[in-house]
């Protein structure tokens, strides 16, 4: 099982980033997945999640009407469209497959700075 993200970088308040993440390893259109974000010192939050089928999404509430998460079963990918970013938004990125038999498959995460 892994998961690799990209598409982090440094952005101005008020930018976009998209993130992606390959998953490998398992059934991945079987499983619902999410991201998460963790700032140095605190744990890991979730931000987002997809179901299977990629039909229904659900968000954190500082994140909802900026972020949109999809996934392309085909390509077992799922992606992190970032709009209007904040500070606040600044972290490492995460995606995950949801279910205990990934929790200790975290990928390296991808950076998102959010300059002011």
């Known amino acids: 099982v892994k998961f690799v993200e990209s598409g982090g970088g440094l952005v101005q308040s008020g930018g976009s980033l998209r993130l992606s993440c390959v998953a490998s390893?398992?059934?991945?259109?079987?499983?619902?997945v999410s991201w998460y974000r963790q700032v140095p010192g605190n744990e890991r939050a979730f931000v987002a999640t997809i179901s299977l089928g990629g039909g229904v999404a659900s968000y954190e509430s500082s994140v909802e009407g900026r972020f949109t998460i999809s996934r392309d079963n085909d390509k077992n990918m799922v992606f992190l469209q970032m709009n209007n970013l904040k500070p606040e938004d600044t972290a490492v990125y995460y995606c995950i497959a949801e279910g205990p038999q990934f929790l200790n498959h975290w990928g390296q995460g991808t950076r998102v700075t959010v300059s002011s």
């Open positions: 390893g398992f059934g991945f259109s079987r499983y619902s």
